[in-house]
């Protein structure tokens, strides 16, 4: 029976929401799963525990965007820096930000000490989230596994509404193995198909997707594009460094009430050191 610590309505303002080269919107599995090894690392010595898995409920996403009346594109709504010496704008680099509301479900491999919610709870609040700032917190909760179902039915009650953020990658596989390019079929799940029709009362509008599902582009890690070695002004030399891209997958967003077993969205580490991939993986136990 392992433990669960349920740090739950985690509010964040302005943090960072471009997920990858490619991607906005949904912050990368690595924040999520960094966040909760970032306080892993703040908590006493003595307490001899570790943070194996995470599961991510998402309640609130907001991009901070625009969009004119009338027009389809979006534009993303930049920070207002002060004038220079000249009274001129300074020059910036365009950011995506967001506001969000989440919870996580961290799997802890031993007994948390006995009344330490306080001091977790504490911690979180000067902690921060994919850059943004930490503005409210609900509960810190630790719950334990009797294997009756108790661990999925607390979750259900303190945690809705809300989605679980869990792995689609199995849809990308497929189409792959169906000679279809990998981009090409994240691209063919996320995107609406609109048909039109003409009728005697107008223009009849229908929708329809290659996937049910809430599906989205999610950024899960990264790919070694070199050899580690050390390089010139890097900002730990005595650890390798090495160049690395993102790696992009499908996630979807499913509704707390549909969990069976808290083991269906837990995210972890993993690192396949022959094809130099650090990757969150989604297993199922």
């Not at 080269?21 to 799963?33: D, K, N, R, S």
């Not at 479900?105 to 009344?115: A, H, K, R």
């Not at 070694?224 to 090495?242: I, M, V, W, Y």
């Not at 808290?262 to 022959?274: K, M, N, T």
Request: charged share 20%; glycine share 6%.
């Amino acid at each position: 029976m392992s433990p669960y610590l349920l740090i739950s309505h985690l509010r964040v303002h302005n943090a960072n929401a471009l997920s990858s080269t490619m991607t906005i919107g949904t912050p990368a599995i690595t924040a999520f799963l960094g966040f909760a090894h970032a306080l892993q690392r703040k908590l006493p010595k003595q307490w001899s525990v570790h943070f194996t898995k995470v599961g991510i409920c998402m309640h609130r996403l907001r991009v901070h965007q625009y969009r004119e009346a009338g027009q389809d594109a979006y534009s993303l709504i930049g920070a207002s820096y002060p004038l220079d010496k000249k009274g001129e704008r300074c020059s910036f680099v365009e950011e995506a930000r967001c506001d969000l509301e989440f919870s996580l479900v961290i799997q802890v491999d031993s007994m948390l000490p006995q009344g330490c919610e306080p001091f977790i709870k504490e911690t979180i609040q000067i902690m921060k989230f994919a850059g943004g700032d930490i503005e409210e917190l609900g509960q810190v909760i630790e719950l334990m596994d009797s294997g009756d179902g108790f661990i999925e039915k607390r979750l259900k009650h303190e945690l809705m509404p809300g989605y679980w953020l869990i792995d689609r990658s199995d849809l990308i596989r497929l189409a792959v193995n169906e000679t279809v390019d990998s981009m090409q079929a994240l691209l063919n799940y996320i995107s609406v198909f609109v048909n039109t029709k003409k009728s005697s009362t107008g223009h009849l509008h229908t929708y329809s997707k290659k996937e049910s599902g809430w599906l989205v582009p999610i950024a899960v890690g990264f790919q070694g594009l070199t050899d580690c070695e050390l390089a010139e002004n890097q900002r730990d030399p005595s650890k390798p460094h090495r160049f690395a891209e993102p790696v992009l997958t499908l996630g979807e967003y499913k509704m707390v009430h549909r969990l069976q077993n808290v083991s269906e969205i837990l995210w972890s580490y993993h690192f396949d050191p022959e094809t130099n991939l650090y990757l969150c993986q989604f297993v199922e136990q």
